[in-house]
């Protein structure tokens, strides 16, 4: 069963500073079926990145996805006011075949 | 635009079944090219994956839940449903439905419904 770890569970940024979230997977990833959610208080989480990498619509180039295999990586280059929310990392194809991460909170310092 | 809606009792007894709808509209829960699925939150806490189903019937459910999880769709209301039976306390949670495309996205989750409080009480 593959477990999806993220790093740090809380992490307090300004905004204007660069934020790095990590993914770990305890076993690979296939074909980098990574996605990456941002869910704010009171809503359904919104998908940001797919593949790994790719941006999903709407989505702002601020946020990036990078990594393979084991280890993901979601970057806010440029924090904005309305990006302090919980970003959940999820993977599809090992069992269970959807797999989400515990979150990170990203709060404001 | 797509647009998912959860509906159901926002109370079930413990030991019953929880039942969940979720209605699709802008869209047909009849094409080949995806998935639907539910996802669940508990209050304060992360997004569990609870099962998927295709238009065909094909499921595919978690296995911390597989015994209590059904997952049917009626293609005719362009709707799917949940049941989960002998519910606990620890079932109250948000009760999501969304729509995955495993090619485009890879398996991603979009969009979501508004979610529903589902809360295990008697």
């Known amino acids: 069963e593959i477990v999806l770890t993220q790093s740090p569970g809380t992490l307090s940024l300004s905004p204007g500073e660069r934020a790095t979230l990590s993914c770990r997977a305890s076993q690979s990833v296939s074909s980098s079926y990574l996605a990456w959610y941002q869910q704010k208080p009171g809503q359904a989480p919104r998908l940001l990145i797919y593949g790994a990498s790719s941006r999903a619509t709407g989505i702002p180039d601020r946020f990036s996805g990078s990594g393979s295999g084991t280890d993901f990586t979601l970057t806010i280059s440029r924090l904005e006011p309305e990006d302090f929310a919980v970003y959940y990392c999820q993977q599809y194809g090992s069992s269970p075949l959807w797999t989400f991460g515990q979150g990170t909170k990203l709060e404001i310092k | 635009q797509l647009q998912l809606q959860e509906s159901g009792p926002g109370l079930v007894k413990p030991s019953e079944t929880l039942s969940l709808t979720c209605t699709v509209s802008?869209?047909?829960?009849?094409?080949?090219?995806?998935?639907w699925g539910w996802i669940r939150q508990p209050p304060g806490k992360g997004l569990e994956w609870i099962g998927s189903?295709?238009?065909?019937?094909?499921?595919y459910y978690n296995p911390s839940l597989k015994s209590r999880v059904t997952i049917s769709v009626d293609t005719s209301k362009n709707q799917f449903s949940l049941k989960l039976s002998s519910v606990t306390a620890a079932d109250t949670a948000v009760y999501y439905c969304?729509?995955?495309?495993?090619?485009?996205?890879?398996?991603?989750?979009?969009?979501w419904g508004q979610g529903t409080l589902v809360t295990v009480s008697s």
């Open positions: 189903i295709y238009y065909s019937g094909s499921t």
């Open positions: 802008g869209g047909s829960i009849s094409s080949s090219s995806y998935y």
């Open positions: 969304a729509r995955v495309d495993i090619v485009l996205v890879r398996g991603g989750f979009d969009p």
